[in-house]
């Protein structure tokens, strides 16, 4: 009992614990940063669809049917009709001040042209600047366009003697019937939600070690450091590391929280896994902290190189844009970044359901990352004790 | 200088901290990491992984259990598209999930049986589409394609029939879509990635390094660094601004090289949209980054130790990103949050800055962005000069306390 109390792990722990009490950086790598980063990515994607963007109407037809037109592209949530006006140049621009994403044209004789059964032309205008916002202005008037012209075809077929089922089929021969797997809700809030909240985690994560780890050397405390753990390196680092990774896991349980009880995201697979892998990611994210300082020796330039390291994982995880769209040697770029592979045990094991055998691949490639750590406690311990490494920067 | 001249004017003033900074900034390999590296490499970076613009040809498995010529003409449309490729054809359903769960193809779509007899007769027929969902553009590339396709059919379908009752060919594709609807994406209209994405992600990139970097070099009144001044303690108050507008101009410097590296360079070798006039683009410009900066040297002047610059501000990159709108809608995000996110310059002059750049709009376009910049620029400027002026008074009148407390 009295050795486990005197063990050399507690007094760094002790130890830790008071330089993270009196430095206000280390509370907010800890507590406030985090929590602000998640809570504001929580709020951006919570909504997760765009709704009621904004489109115009040029009518230059003025008839009832114009006028239903317009009611109908108005009526679809995706978009709302903003501005309308007989003139195309002045809701040109609109456009181009960015009051509106899309303008449909209802040109003149519109009605008539169509009762007469003479092609009706309506052109429609789509702001392709940003390609989200594009395809959702896009999707939503052409499906009402194309809906408002199968009722008119419709029409006028049952006006020739067809039942409304014959009508139907003369107007869709061919229907199709969309079957969403792992992502039923096509949730582009989930998809990014979840990487960039477990992002935000892991740069909390590896900043704080490298911090940590790295105001050591700044400050030149390495040898009392060493003195408390027992001139054991190990036991210096696990020391450290541990009161992090425990506040880490626990903000990783908030994620999930908010992600799977408050989003509903679903859990296909195995949570148990999902578990394990973000307390492992976690702590290699925190070993990677101690290798880069151990190999600049230089807290900043740690801080700086790292982060931006951590900001690419975003790029290479092939979440934004797909793997297979990126080019052969950008592909294998992707397998350096430890994010990579968490991201593809969460759509396994979260969205897909894929049996376990299928996500410990991945987990295993997260483990060799640990191996990089290891393998600088060595000079991390050389120096800790080598006033020549201290106090830069 | 100093030692040339007892007494600098303010011109002299200016240019002595204008080189203090430059020379600061150049001796600090952590700070030119940020202030001059991040640019070099983060667009170059994001550029390479981004650098196949549009999905094409993603393999997807058609089941045709109908196997008639009717069928395999719609397996052919399928596959002449150019987003998917037919590269599987399994015989089953159950076939095509193994495939799928093999990854070796992204999605499936099902033909049913008696496919061709139906659309003769004037039955309908159902094409299944399962599509995967787990990776949204994947399923947006394979579904939109899917469906162009079938409307494509369709209305074929419809003209045979009109041309059947008696119509011409003409009339029957009148008749057949009403509403001739014809759609025009303006502006990018191959809908490509990096070019929608870059542009953006260069400008946020090159707020936040001078945010940081700014803090990186430290407040002018942080506790590790000698205070930069060089006129007497009396004297002080006529530096505040020679000194501001000296560290200014070492920035916008530096965002000028950035900028010819980002915003031209870049622009240029990836072939991103670049329609608007580059002296709009720097008039716009202009006002974002002294914003930018006069925000940075603001808020330098609360951070304790010079890292903490990276600490406080680096995890707001990606946040900064998705709040100006750049490749999430910010008609999805909370009001608040959006009015929040104003504070950072970025948030407006990036989608004024996109008009320009990918719309080829002119200045006119971007008025009320250009001002409200100014706007911002000018409060930014006038409450960090007013924070100077506190500080000195305060520093000033400590020290004449304690000069009176020695002497009485």
Excluded at chain 1, 29 to 44: H, N
Excluded at chain 2, 224 to 234: D, G, H, I, N
Aim: charged letters at 15%; a positive charge; proline letters at 4%.
């Amino acid at each position: 009992m009295q050795t486990l109390i005197n063990h050399p792990i507690l007094s760094v722990i002790k130890r830790e614990a008071e330089r993270i009490r009196h430095n206000p950086a280390y509370r907010f790598l800890l507590f406030g940063g985090p929590l602000i980063g998640i809570l504001l990515l929580f709020y951006i994607f919570q909504q997760g669809v765009a709704r009621d963007l904004p489109v115009a109407i040029v009518d230059q037809d003025n008839t009832p049917l114009s006028m239903q037109i317009g009611h109908a592209i108005d009526a679809s949530p995706d978009v709302a009709v903003v501005a309308a006006t007989s003139d195309l140049s002045e809701a040109e621009g609109w456009m181009k001040k960015g009051l509106v994403q899309g303008i449909v044209v209802l040109p003149d004789n519109l009605h008539k042209n169509i009762l007469q059964g003479i092609e009706s032309p309506v052109p429609v205008y789509i702001n392709g600047t940003n390609v989200t916002v594009a395809g959702i202005v896009q999707r939503s008037l052409l499906t009402t366009l194309t809906t408002y012209s199968a009722g008119i075809q419709l029409k006028k077929l049952g006006m020739t003697g067809n039942n409304h089922e014959q009508a139907m089929v003369r107007v869709m021969p061919v229907s199709i019937q969309k079957h969403v797997l792992f992502n039923p809700y096509a949730n582009y809030g989930y998809f990014l939600n979840s990487a960039m909240l477990y992002l935000i985690l892991f740069l909390f994560a590896f900043m704080s070690s490298v911090y940590s780890f790295g105001n050591e050397l700044k400050r030149g405390t390495g040898l009392s450091l060493l003195e408390a753990s027992g001139n054991s390196v190990r036991l210096a680092v696990a020391g450290k590391a541990l009161p992090y990774t425990v506040i880490f896991a626990g903000f990783a349980m908030l994620i999930a929280y908010l992600l799977y009880v408050v989003e509903g995201m679903p859990v296909n697979g195995s949570f148990l896994l999902l578990f394990i892998a973000q307390l492992i990611t976690i702590v290699v994210y925190q070993l990677l902290g101690v290798m880069i300082v151990s190999v600049t020796r230089n807290m900043r330039l740690s801080l700086s190189i790292g982060g931006a390291y951590l900001m690419m994982s975003v790029t290479f995880a092939g979440l934004t844009f797909p793997m297979e769209g990126m080019p052969a040697l950008a592909r294998a770029a992707t397998a350096i970044f430890p994010f990579t592979w968490w991201e593809k045990i969460v759509i396994s094991q979260s969205l897909r359901g894929a049996p376990l055998r299928e996500a410990l691949p991945y987990l295993c490639y997260i483990l060799v990352f640990m191996l990089l750590g290891f393998a600088s406690f060595k000079s991390y311990k050389r120096s800790l004790s080598n006033p020549d490494h201290w106090g830069k920067l | 200088m100093k030692k040339n001249t007892a007494n600098p004017n303010s011109i002299e003033l200016i240019a002595i901290h204008f080189t203090k900074e430059l020379k600061a900034i150049f001796s600090d390999s952590g700070a030119l990491l940020i202030l001059i590296g991040a640019l070099l490499i983060y667009p170059l970076v994001y550029s390479f992984g981004y650098f196949n613009e549009t999905l094409t040809d993603l393999s997807v498995g058609v089941v045709d259990l109908d196997q008639t010529t009717t069928s395999r003409k719609y397996t052919g449309m399928l596959d002449a598209t150019q987003e998917i490729q037919v590269t599987y054809k399994p015989l089953s359903l159950k076939e095509a999930e193994e495939l799928f769960l093999a990854n070796k193809i992204n999605g499936v779509i099902l033909i049913p049986k008696d496919f061709q007899q139906d659309v003769v007769s004037g039955r309908q027929a159902n094409v299944a589409v399962y599509a995967d969902g787990s990776y949204l553009l994947k399923y947006k590339t394979m579904y939109s394609a899917a469906s162009v396709v079938n409307s494509y059919f369709n209305g074929g379908v419809a003209v045979k029939h009109y041309v059947a009752e008696g119509k011409s060919l003409h009339q029957a594709k009148v008749a057949a879509s009403p509403l001739s609807i014809q759609s025009h994406t303006l502006y990018i209209p191959t809908g490509a990635y990096g070019s929608f994405i870059m542009p953006g992600m260069i400008l946020i990139i090159i707020q936040q390094t001078l945010l940081i970097g700014i803090g990186i070099m430290g407040g002018t009144f942080s506790e590790s660094k000698a205070s930069p001044f060089v006129l007497p303690e009396q004297q002080r108050y006529r530096e505040i601004l020679p000194h501001l507008l000296g560290r200014v101009g070492a920035y916008l410097l530096i965002s000028a090289f950035n900028i010819c590296l980002a915003v031209v360079l870049v622009h240029h070798w990836f072939h991103y949209p670049d329609k608007g006039y580059m002296s709009d683009i720097l008039m716009l410009l202009f006002p974002f980054l002294l914003a930018v900066i006069f925000f940075g040297i603001g808020l330098s002047t609360f951070l304790k130790h010079r890292e903490s610059a990276i600490v406080f501000m680096m995890f707001l990159s990606p946040i900064a990103l998705f709040l100006s709108g750049v490749s999430w809608p910010v008609n999805a995000m909370p009001e608040w949050l959006v009015g929040l996110s104003k504070i950072l310059p970025g948030t407006t002059a990036i989608p004024a800055y996109l008009r320009l750049r990918t719309m080829g709009v002119d200045l006119a376009h971007v008025k009320s962005e250009t001002i409200s910049l100014y706007l911002q620029a000018a409060s930014y400027a006038a409450l960090t000069i007013g924070y100077f002026f506190l500080r000195v008074y305060i520093d000033r009148r400590n020290q004449n306390r304690a000069a009176q407390q020695s002497v009485g």
